[in-house]
């Protein structure tokens, strides 16, 4: 697969760049591909009262069949595998992948471990990335921003 780009250089060349089909908003359905929860307890505040990330035209969606992009977080289980592929054929084109966290962009301290099918780079190509473990809300409202434009 590809090598994940920063959340400052989104696209892979193959796909439009997300000014291009995003018009300032992203509706984004969350994965959790096998993570140990501290990157969804940092989206939950990313879009809480506090951060608000409406505010910046970034929605959670309950559906891939309504996002614009995939937020994905931990290393791509086993189990996950499948799902994660389905999830991203099920979210209409044009689309984006964001791998969220240390463990989605190279498995972080899951790596080796037998049940881990690979990073989110290793199972669907990934368009961004936004680094840290877990990343602080500040930091995943920055690269949803430059996603957005706004």
Excluded: W
Aim: hydrophobic content about 40%; overall charge negative.
């Amino acid at each position: 697969m590809t090598e994940p780009a920063s959340a400052s250089e989104p696209g892979d060349g193959s796909r439009p760049a997300p000014g291009e089909f995003l018009g300032g908003s992203l509706q984004i359905r969350h994965v959790d591909a096998g993570s140990c929860n501290g990157c969804e307890l940092e989206v939950g505040s990313a879009f809480g009262p506090v951060y608000d990330a409406e505010r910046f035209g970034v929605r959670l969606v309950a559906s891939p069949r309504h996002a614009d992009a995939l937020l994905v977080s931990g290393p791509v289980t086993k189990n996950m595998a499948v799902p994660l592929a389905k999830t991203l054929e099920a979210t209409p084109s044009p689309k984006l992948v964001i791998a969220l966290g240390d463990c989605a962009r190279d498995c972080g301290v899951f790596r080796g471990a037998y049940g881990i099918e690979g990073a989110v780079g290793d199972v669907v190509a990934v368009d961004a990335d936004i680094p840290g473990c877990p990343p602080d809300p500040t930091e995943i409202l920055r690269a949803l921003r430059r996603l957005t434009g706004r």
